[in-house]
């Protein structure tokens, strides 16, 4: 096959994928706003009139956002490789390092990494200043936005800068075996970084306090020695400065887990409802949701791996994105580029491994708390706060919703009938 063959046939395949996501979207947005099923899903959840027109607006808004946003993101991709984008990026990290492979690839991703930051940075600004300003959920400054987008580049130059040379010196030095070498270092560098993340990582972007003490820090202690939960302590995140969105979490991955939650959620439930959101985030762990999560990341990242060191010495897919012949940044790349339309096929295996785990954590934490209705109310709340349409069409959710729809949880837990 000719280089622009091959170049022909990623870009039909992405413009391909592009129409698929785009129709879904499309029929998942007319599927939810027709009247007679938001008619329904209000009465079956008791769902006020001003609520549902909330909701509805909020999900207008957000999907003629990512209609305009998706298309343009696209047009500029593909016009950017079609005519040599990624060639010419080469062209200038060769000339700035001087020919050395490695410093040529942290040259090559810092010029690809700031024209892609350059590319999404004014759709980042819109939905934030306007589309969640518009609907009463964002709390989050101009200055903070911008302290954040500093933060966010500096640990990506520290942090990924590190990582992407140790994985170019393992690429150019250790020979064939250099993609399990490589899958091992990666798969580390993940782990480090989350036993990192409560302690180094997190509080540079908010702020903890411990939860005071009295009933709800009881309540949660309780259900934690309850299902033998080891729990360090419990925190308040600062979430509110951002966004009116609620949650609640656990991080930690090795000893002791810290439970951290959303100021916003604790002024927006009471305190047997955030039992019950917690009850189902603990119940990921204690089912062991989150450690085969960390075991089919490992094997799928091996065999990721892998595949890279098959297709490493195929020129032709360099050259035919405009890059001079092979090189380990270049495949870093160009392997991600075909692997795009090959996650989107898989995605809904994934998809509906979430869901499935969903469903168990739901019924565990219904085995655990007091009040079964608790949970319902709770994620009842969720959605009011943050203008969720209860329903979706089944096709997209099975591609996209790592959590079902709130129709079928309350159905499922029995909530509704």
């Given at each position: 096959?000719?280089?622009?063959a091959l170049l022909g046939l990623f870009l039909a395949l992405r413009l391909t994928q ?390 079928e949880r309350l159905k499922a837990m029995g909530y509704i009938g």
């Amino acid at each position: 096959m000719s280089l622009v063959a091959l170049l022909g046939l990623f870009l039909a395949l992405r413009l391909t994928q592009h129409l698929v996501e785009s129709g879904l979207s499309w029929l998942n947005f007319r599927y939810a706003l027709r009247a007679d099923r938001r008619e329904e899903a209000a009465r079956a959840l008791d769902i006020p009139a001003a609520d549902m027109d909330k909701a509805v607006a909020y999900t207008r808004d957000k999907f003629y956002f990512g209609q305009i946003s998706g298309w343009v993101s696209l047009f500029v991709t593909l016009v950017f490789l079609g005519l040599g984008g990624l060639g010419l990026i080469e062209e200038k990290a060769i000339a700035w390092s001087g020919g050395g492979p490695i410093l040529t690839g942290l040259y090559f991703f810092a010029i690809l990494g700031t024209l892609s930051y350059l590319a999404q940075i004014g759709f980042s600004l819109y939905f934030t200043f306007v589309i969640e300003q518009k609907h009463g959920f964002n709390r989050q400054t101009v200055g903070g936005f911008i302290a954040d987008q500093i933060k966010t580049i500096v640990l990506s130059v520290v942090l990924g800068g590190a990582l992407l040379s140790l994985l170019l010196y393992v690429m150019q030095s250790m020979g064939s075996s250099w993609w399990w070498i490589a899958w091992l270092l990666i798969f580390a560098f993940n782990l480090i970084t989350a036993w990192i993340y409560p302690t180094v990582l997190a509080p540079l972007f908010n702020k903890f306090s411990p939860l005071d003490e009295g009933s709800l820090k009881e309540a949660i202690f309780h259900l934690a020695k309850k299902i033998d939960f080891r729990a360090e302590g419990i925190s308040i995140m600062d979430a509110s400065r951002r966004s009116s969105h609620g949650n609640a979490y656990f991080t930690g991955v090795f000893g002791k887990k810290r439970i951290v939650l959303f100021d916003t959620l604790i002024k927006s439930m009471g305190h047997q409802e955030i039992v019950a959101v917690l009850a189902h985030e603990l119940g990921h762990f204690k089912l062991n949701h989150v450690r085969w999560s960390l075991i089919r990341n490992f094997f799928t990242m091996g065999f990721i791996f892998f595949l890279l060191s098959v297709c490493l010495p195929l020129s032709s897919f360099y050259q035919a994105f405009g890059l001079s012949g092979v090189s380990h940044y270049g495949a870093l790349v160009v392997f991600s580029l075909w692997f795009g339309p090959i996650g989107f096929l898989l995605q809904p295996i994934g998809t509906l491994l979430s869901r499935r785990n969903e469903f168990a954590a739901d019924a565990f934490a219904l085995e655990h708390i007091e009040d079964k209705r608790s949970l319902g109310k709770a994620l009842l709340k969720l959605r009011e706060n943050s203008h969720v349409m209860p329903i979706s069409h089944p096709w997209y959710s099975a591609i996209y919703h790592s959590h079902p729809p709130l129709l079928e949880r309350l159905k499922a837990m029995g909530y509704i009938g």
